[in-house]
C-alpha cells in the first residue's frame, strides 16, 4: 500500500514540476532597450573599431583629442591593409588613407566606398601548377560595409537618406536579425556582441529570437540608432 501512494506521490509531483518549467518557457520575453548612439572618449580611446572612432570625431568635432584618434584611425586601417595579412595585395597608401581620414574629404560627404574601390590595386594570383594570371582585385565586402559607414558618419548633407543601425546582443546566444521594409536585411549578431547595418530611412519591422524569445517590433527609424536585445529576467 506504502508503494502504491508513493508512486501516486512521485507522478503528481512529476507532472506539477513539467507543467511549472512549461509555463516558466512559455512566458520568457525579450528586454528591448533603444537608444541614440552616442561615443564617449573612453570608447574612442579603448576602441579599435573604426566606427567608433570616427563616431566620436564626427559628435565632437572641436575635441582636443580627435588629432591622435585620427591617428589611431589611420593606423587601424592601414594594420587592415598591411602587406603581412594580404601578401597578394598591394595595400592602399598611407597618404591615401590620411587624406581619407581629413576632415576636408570626410566633411565633404564623399563617397569612401567608391574612393576605396577607385584605389584598389591589381592582385596578382599565383597557380603552382598553371603559371600565374592576374585578375583585378575588389574590396571585400568588410571594406566596402566600413567604407560606406564612414561615408556616412561623417557626411553633413542633410538629405541623407540613410540611417546607421547597431544591434548590441546582450544575450547568450547568436541572433539573425530581419529588417523588413521598403527593403529587406539580414543581420548576424553574435552572442556578448554587436552588428550594424545601413538603411534607408523608413518604417520597418524588427524581428529575431533571442534564445528562443521571440521578439518583433515595428521601428520609425529617421535617425541612427542602437538597439539593445537581452532576455528578459
Given at each position: 500500500m506504502k508503494k502504491i501512494f508513493l508512486i501516486i506521490f512521485l507522478s503528481v509531483f512529476s507532472i506539477g514540476f513539467a507543467q511549472k518549467k512549461k509555463k516558466a518557457k512559455a512566458?520568457?520575453?525579450?528586454a528591448e532597450k533603444e537608444v541614440v548612439?552616442?561615443?564617449?572618449?573612453?570608447?574612442?580611446?579603448?576602441?579599435s573599431e573604426p566606427r567608433i572612432i570616427a563616431g566620436f570625431i564626427k559628435q565632437n568635432p572641436g575635441h582636443?583629442?580627435?588629432?591622435?584618434?585620427?591617428?589611431k584611425l589611420v593606423t587601424i586601417i592601414m594594420a587592415d591593409n598591411s602587406i603581412e595579412a594580404k601578401p597578394t595585395i598591394k595595400p592602399i597608401s598611407k597618404d591615401k588613407i590620411e587624406k581619407i581620414v581629413s576632415n576636408n574629404e570626410l566633411n565633404k560627404g564623399k563617397d569612401l566606398a567608391s574612393t576605396a574601390k577607385a584605389a584598389t590595386p591589381e592582385r596578382t594570383v599565383t597557380y603552382a601548377s598553371m603559371g600565374s594570371s592576374s585578375k583585378k582585385s575588389e574590396p571585400s565586402e568588410q571594406a566596402k560595409k566600413t567604407a560606406s559607414l564612414l561615408t556616412h558618419l561623417f557626411s553633413n548633407d542633410p538629405n541623407n537618406n540613410e540611417a546607421y543601425v547597431n544591434i548590441k546582443n546582450l544575450s547568450k546566444c547568436r541572433l539573425i536579425v530581419k529588417i523588413s521594409g521598403k527593403k529587406y536585411y539580414n543581420l548576424d549578431v553574435p552572442?556578448?556582441?554587436d552588428n550594424f547595418v545601413l538603411i534607408e530611412k523608413g518604417d520597418y519591422v524588427v524581428t529575431t529570437s533571442v534564445c528562443d524569445a521571440k521578439y518583433s517590433s515595428l521601428k520609425k527609424i529617421n535617425k541612427d540608432?542602437?538597439?539593445q536585445l537581452n532576455v528578459a529576467e
Open positions: 512566458t520568457k520575453a525579450v548612439i552616442i561615443y564617449t572618449l573612453e570608447e574612442a580611446m579603448a576602441s582636443e583629442k580627435n588629432n591622435d584618434l585620427k591617428r552572442a556578448k556582441g540608432i542602437e538597439i
